[in-house]
């Protein structure tokens, strides 16, 4: 049986020049970061639902077909279609970063292996509820942003607007407008940031939600709900993905409503949000920096829901 300095000797040597060898009684805290990505997240109002929807469509998805048509519908929910959206579409860039503290060796092979692995991330903020000529304490509810759509670019050049990924999300109140239900209805990916040893992927897709609001006289900040609400085992190789997900109004995740602030006006559109998307995309690595991995510390922090709910859509295609 070889001893463990063997093993650690055999795993740099597959891996080539990727490793470097600092003093093995060192250690460090060393940054891993994720390839920046562009995304943009659009919150759409039933009446802007047709050039929300048209804007960026990826060339392979049919516009005229039954699945697009009903996609249309869901996210217009009845109302009478305007020209062009009023508001610009928001735009934000994040880059997400883990830091580990682990041996110098370990923290190279983290590196190497979450090129394997991506986070996209966006916001926008806008009015959730509809105001009404009633106005008042006492006028029911009814949303005004009806969808959401994600869009990641294959590049992180702006003149480039080739989609890479689109994912679109019903965001309306449920039929006792006691909570929001969120339902993903539409995913489209033909390109991955992250690598992968045969083309295969898992993603997981989560929608979260802040506000700032009042009582009478105290002030409140929070989350108002994070939720997983897609995850999907993906093979890139020789296609690109598309699902369309059941449109029926019981599917998707019943989450909390937006809250209110006391003595709003209702006449005008109001219950401020900020909604943002994450979208995780874990590859296959080879299996000899699997190996590799195993033999070495693990990094000292949990990984987020998100990424474990990646790997369990991944476990779910083996």
Known sequence: MLPSGCFASVGLAM??????????AEAQRAPVSFAPTRAVLVLIPGAEASPALGAHRPGSIDAASAAEAELLRDCADGEAQRAQASKGFLWDF???????MLHPIAVSVHEELLKYASVSDASAGGDYYRGTDAGGGSAGLSSRISCLRFTRFSSTDA?????ALDFIASLRLDAAHDAIRVRPLRLYISQAVAKSANGQYAVAIGLRADAVWRDEFTGHRGNVFEETIARESVDLKSRSFLKYYPTDAGSGTRVPIIPISFGVDRNHDFGRAEFGVSVVELGTPPATLTLLSEMLPDPDEKLSKLLIAAALAGAGRQ
Request: charged residues 20%; proline residues 5%.
């Open 159 to 163: 003149a480039n607007e080739e989609v």
């Open 94 to 100: 994040a880059v997400r970063a883990w830091r580990v």
């Open 15 to 24: 891996l080539g020049t990727a490793v470097t060898v600092p003093a093995l």
